[in-house]
């Protein structure tokens, strides 16, 4: 490792303080690591700072997509409806109520009656258990906890989802992984002082990076979502060109060094969020010097970015529809075999089928209604960047 010094504070990069440096967050997906980049202090310190500051804008997306991390799930967040009702969203788009809820009423000295809406049956026993010690001693609970079954509904008006992607320090997220896949291409130890002003705050954003609104990906066709980084090193621009994309919406373009001297270079990482699949993706970028001015004092493109950000929007409500349909339809079956008495093996007859029929409506009905009402939306707005 002699030779490698971290790109964030210059320190020589050895054994000790050797650190894998994600390309693209894990927060919202990433895998492939680089090593001989950044020393490990900087890099627990830019991944609290920079990359938990990306990662938590792009959190509505992860928690949509149900995005799978190497330690944990992407942490819920509480959003509004267009109702004003609250609900606290999980992996994979699953909706609760924010917080446990707990109604007292009080029927005569001796009575009160409890009315409780937890999120689990753990929640509710956590609950029982501590209203029991702290406030009624002598309280007795007439059926069985884990017997109860959850009430589940559709949530009434649109869900209301802001985001916001961009700002200084989630931009330097941005240009940092730019920076690590251009050093895992063989172009480390280059001239990158404009990038390393714009990281110590001495220059501002717009002469590094910018939103992209043109599509560099060839066969997106391909693919449903995507994160990806590209970095192309070319001779005749005399520069290094980097473009990075998050959930196939999000799309910006770096420049690393508008003073490159040596060979085209051309490297691409892409992953598919959804498996954790690397996948290959065919970018080609070809911008000189004053392409790149030009597009960072371009306007911007609001109706492009919200295109693009609504076809992700309408590949989630497709999955989510598709897997709450087969639950729901897998739990309709189960109820209906319960309600006609019916054994695993035994045959259906003639007289089963109204009971059969009946109780699965009783159990599809809310679904249809939901699904072909729409009565649950999405309002996704894209914030431009500070």
Known sequence: MKGYVCFSCGEQILSNNQSNEHIIPNSIGGKKKVQNFICKTCNEKLGETWDAILAKQLNPLALLLGIKRERGESPAEIFSTTRGDQYRM??????????????????????????????????????????????????????????????ESYIDGALHIPMAVGGKQ??????????????????????????KKYFSDEIQPCHVWAYCYQDYIRNRGKFNIIHCVHVEASS????????????????????????YLGNDISATYGID????????????????????????????????????????????????????????????VRYAFTKTGLSEGEMIGPEHINTLVNAMMEKLGPFFVHTFVGIQKLNIYAINKS
């Open 170 to 195: 989630a931009g330097k997220s941005v240009v940092k992984s730019c920076l690590a896949l251009a050093y895992n291409a063989g172009l480390s130890g280059l001239d990158y002082s404009k990038i």
């Open 273 to 332: 969020p959804l498996s954790g699949c690397e996948v290959d993706i065919d970018i080609y970028i070809d911008l000189p010097n004053h392409a790149v001015a030009e597009l960072f004092n371009a306007p911007h493109d609001f109706e492009e970015m919200k295109h693009s950000l609504w076809k992700v929007i309408a590949f989630c409500q497709k999955r989510s529809i598709e897997r709450e349909q087969n639950r729901v339809l897998n739990k309709a």
């Open 236 to 259: 005749k621009n005399r520069n290094i060109i980097g473009y990075i994309e998050y959930f196939s919406a999000f799309k910006f373009v770096v420049l690393l060094s508008d003073n």
């Open 90 to 151: 999980t992996s994979g788009s699953n909706l609760e109520i924010p917080h446990p809820v707990i109604k007292e009423q009080k029927v005569d000295d001796t009575k009160v009656y409890l009315e409780i809406s937890a999120r689990s049956h753990k929640e509710a026993k956590e609950i029982i258990t501590g209203l029991k010690r702290k406030k009624y001693p002598g309280l007795s609970i007439p059926i069985d906890i884990d017997s109860l079954e959850y009430n």
